[in-house]
T-cell receptor, first 120, second 110 residues
Framework: GAVVSQHPSWVICKSGTSVKIECRSL??????MFWYRQFPKQSLMLMAT?????????EQGVEKDKFLINHASLTLSTLTVTSAHPEDSSFYIC????????????????FGPGTRLTVL | GQQVMQIPQYQHVQEGEDFTTYCNSS?????IQWYKQRPGGHPVFLIQ?????EVKKQKRLTFQFGEAKKNSSLHITATQTTDVGTYFC??????????FGAGTILRVKS
């Protein structure tokens, strides 16, 4: 099946610093990737849709200047949390749609392993 | 905007008992997907339902899509300890993004 990786898997940073999270599709090209945020024991909240070669589409309430997304190639999207604060601490997960999913289902999303961000 | 409600929030069953989680959308969906997330892991795709009234089975798991394409259910027969995790439904309106339900946490007592 399609594989999506994320780096780093966890990061601890001081308040005010910026953190970059990478999301890569390892064995397929993904024109669209998605960034989610998940709080403990809660659901996935879509933050933005990352489109290769164009600007990301942000969900209502998500600050574009705070969560910078760059989809530089068909296999890489990055999320940068700028001037991070403790309330930004969360589990950030990316996903990508494979043209044909593992069970032949179009629209199946393959999730990365997630990045746990802790801001002190 | 589109909302996807999922119940129950949490269920603790004895191994061998059945388990069901339900999903309801505020709008008609083009399709609905189900994902499983193990503790400490990331969501893994289980299935996608597209047709009105569709029923699909995967071993002990049965997935249903309502006739009106606004609700769905996942039923697990004779739960096993390997079934533990959080089950999410995710609904997609026509041409729109995927919206996840809150998830149902399943715990299985052996």
């Amino acid at each position: 099946g399609a594989v999506v990786s994320q780096h780093p898997s966890w990061v601890i940073c001081k308040s005010g610093t910026s953190v970059k999270i990478e999301c890569r599709s390892l064995d397929f090209q993904a024109t669209t990737m998605f960034w989610y945020r998940q709080f403990p024991k809660q659901s996935l909240m879509l933050m933005a849709t990352s489109n290769e070669g164009s600007k990301a589409t942000y969900e209502q309430g998500v600050e574009k200047d705070k969560f910078l997304i760059n989809h530089a190639s068909l296999t890489l999207s990055t999320l940068t949390v700028t001037s991070a604060h403790p309330e930004d601490s969360s589990f950030y997960i990316c996903s990508a749609s494979h043209p044909k999913g593992s069970r032949g289902s179009y629209n199946e999303q393959f999730f990365g392993p997630g990045t746990r961000l802790t801001v002190l | 905007g589109q909302q996807v409600m999922q119940i129950p929030q949490y269920q603790h069953v004895q191994e061998g008992e059945d388990f069901t989680t339900y999903c309801n959308s505020s709008t008609t969906l083009s399709n609905i997907q189900w994902y499983k997330q193990r503790p400490g892991g990331h969501p893994v795709f289980l299935i996608q339902l597209v047709k009105s009234g569709e029923v699909k089975k995967q071993k002990r798991l049965t997935f249903q899509f309502g006739e009106a394409k606004k609700n769905s259910s996942l039923h697990i027969t004779a739960t096993q300890t390997t079934d533990v995790g959080t089950y999410f439904c995710a609904g997609r309106e026509y041409g729109n993004k995927l919206v996840f339900g809150a998830g149902t946490i399943l715990r299985v007592k052996s």
